[in-house]
Nanobody, 115 residues
């Protein structure tokens, strides 16, 4: 059974940093394009960052220059380094894996940016 398990969320002050991690089953990771999405209360889920299995990346406009997505194929994991965090970054962050066969979602991890 394929699982995506996020970790690293928490409470951070404005201007601070956090790194999110998403560990996946090894059977899908090598062929999966990996993404981070987020959903704030009362808002639609939005793309934060995306990385292909060839390490091509793209980012949502609101996080460009502040967030960095990366993947470690040896650890079957994808990471989201978040710097210069703002209160508007507060949301539940979800990991997503898109393979040639199907789509998988993690359960989400809460990120709260507040003083």
């Amino acid at each position: 059974q394929v699982q995506l398990v996020e970790s690293g969320g928490g409470l951070v002050q404005p201007g601070g940093s956090l790194t999110l991690s998403c560990a996946t089953s090894g059977s899908i990771f090598s062929t999966a394009a990996m993404s981070w999405y987020r959903q704030a209360p009362g808002k639609q889920r939005e793309l934060v960052a995306h990385i292909t299995n060839h390490n091509n990346t793209n980012y949502g406009d609101s996080v460009k220059g502040r967030f960095t997505i990366s993947r470690d194929n040896a650890r079957n994991s994808v990471f989201l380094q978040m710097n210069s965090l703002k209160p508007e970054d507060t949301a539940v962050y979800y990991c997503r894996a898109l393979t040639p066969i199907r789509l998988y979602w993690g359960q989400g991890t809460q990120v709260t940016v507040s003083s």
